[in-house]
T-cell receptor, first 114, second 113 residues
């Protein structure tokens, strides 16, 4: 899974603040995916993006959450007005354009909401 | 809706033992199945990927099998080592691309020296 960079590794926010999580995919990968791992639960799909396009956001909460993958720069997962229930590990993964390849995951961002 | 189950949630074995980790799924119309390893505080590492048309894949001491008709996959680890201690996750894609993987909750393996 070398190459997928997520930052920050740990993020602490107070209720009502905004959280911005960044993900740089493996060089040459044009597909990015975000997953969330809540305590005692498995990883849940959130959103699938290609450069400048959201392909599938069926796993994203309808409010406060948004994601982008601009032409230049990292993918951003943005959570507005965080609540304690948003505390989780957020993982980013990338894959090459073929889509049949293995996913490469980053080390995740652990979000803690106080 | 695809559901993936991994039982038991935790497993402890002595070093050197051969072991099998199980994964079951409810929808047999899968595109592929992957086994991942997750170490504490780390991301996931893909171990093996089995396409829908395949029955098994092997990498070193690992062998993964797929039986779509029964909705089962197994990950076989030969001659287990303490370094194999980690959480093993099974994940399924039901679509053509590697999007929307459905994960099991994982099996936490501890290999005792």
């Amino acid at each position: 899974n070398a190459g997928v960079m997520q930052n920050p590794r740990h993020l602490v926010r107070r209720r009502g603040q905004e959280a911005r999580l960044r993900c740089s995919p493996v060089k040459g990968h044009s597909h990015v995916y975000w997953y969330r791992q809540l305590p005692e639960e498995g990883l849940k799909f959130m959103v699938y993006l290609q450069k400048e396009n959201i392909i599938d956001e069926s796993g994203m909460p309808k409010e406060r959450f948004s994601a982008e993958f601009p032409k230049e720069g990292p993918s951003i997962l943005r959570i507005q007005q965080v609540v304690r229930g948003d505390s989780a590990a957020y993982f980013c993964a990338s894959s090459p354009p073929a889509g049949r390849e293995k996913l490469f995951f980053g080390s995740g961002t652990q979000l803690s909401v106080l | 809706k695809q559901e993936v189950t991994q039982i038991p949630a935790a497993l402890s074995v002595p070093e050197g033992e051969n072991l099998v980790l199980n994964c079951s799924f409810t929808d047999s119309a899968i595109y592929n199945l992957q086994w991942f390893r997750q170490d504490p505080g780390k991301g996931l590492t893909s171990l093996l990927l089995i396409q829908s048309s395949q029955r098994e894949q092997t990498s070193g001491r690992l062998n993964a099998s797929l039986d779509k008709s029964s909705g089962r996959s197994t990950l076989y680890i030969a001659a287990s080592q303490p370094g194999d201690s980690a959480t093993y996750l099974c994940a399924i894609s039901n679509t053509g691309a590697n999007s929307k993987l459905t994960f099991g909750k994982g099996i936490t393996l501890s290999v005792r020296p």
